[in-house]
């Protein structure tokens, strides 16, 4: 089934651009839409909302503020969890002792510093690309509203 994702590059990964595109273009999805922009400490907030109770949101937001990250939407059949398995294992430290080589395996560090973000769900997906590329249906032909 085709399903589109939300895929972030983190600031740690953002100068491995190259050889993260690549492993994109080695998978079965495609590159519809991208961006690279620094993230304020309130839209990283707003980004990871589900997790502002955790012990280590000050952590994660301070981290995801730190540089530039690049944000695109991927298509293609199963994104969301191709994309998730292209990334590895949330923590990077797990990610290095399986056989496959992640995204996380090859760019990240720990449990924070782990180089990628993808959708983990249609709803996270759809909320993620809308926060990213906000739809401009509606708003007038001059786009302007
Ligand atoms: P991500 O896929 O972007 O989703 C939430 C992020 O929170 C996660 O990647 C990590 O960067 C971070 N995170 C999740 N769990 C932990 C943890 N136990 N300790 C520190 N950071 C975490």
Avoid at 16 to 36: P, R
Avoid at 66 to 94: F, H
Wanted: cysteine-free.
């Amino acid at each position: 089934k085709k399903e589109r994702t939300l895929a972030m590059v983190k600031p740690d990964a953002v100068y491995k651009l190259g050889d993260v595109l690549q492993m994109v273009y080695d998978s079965n999805l495609i590159v519809t839409k991208a961006k690279m922009t620094k993230l304020t400490w309130r839209e990283a907030s707003d980004f990871y909302t589900e997790h502002q109770t955790k012990s280590f949101f000050n952590n994660l937001v301070q981290f995801m503020t730190s540089g530039p990250v690049v944000a695109m939407e991927l298509l293609g059949d199963e994104a969301i969890s191709e994309w998730r398995r292209i990334l590895g294992p949330t923590d990077s430290s797990i990610a290095r002792k399986e056989a496959a080589l992640s995204l996380r395996a090859q760019f990240g560090t720990d449990g924070t510093k782990n180089a990628g973000h993808g959708s983990d769900s249609l709803a996270s997906a759809a909320r993620e690309l809308e926060f990213f590329f906000p739809s401009t249906a509606g708003r007038g032909p001059a786009n302007t509203a």
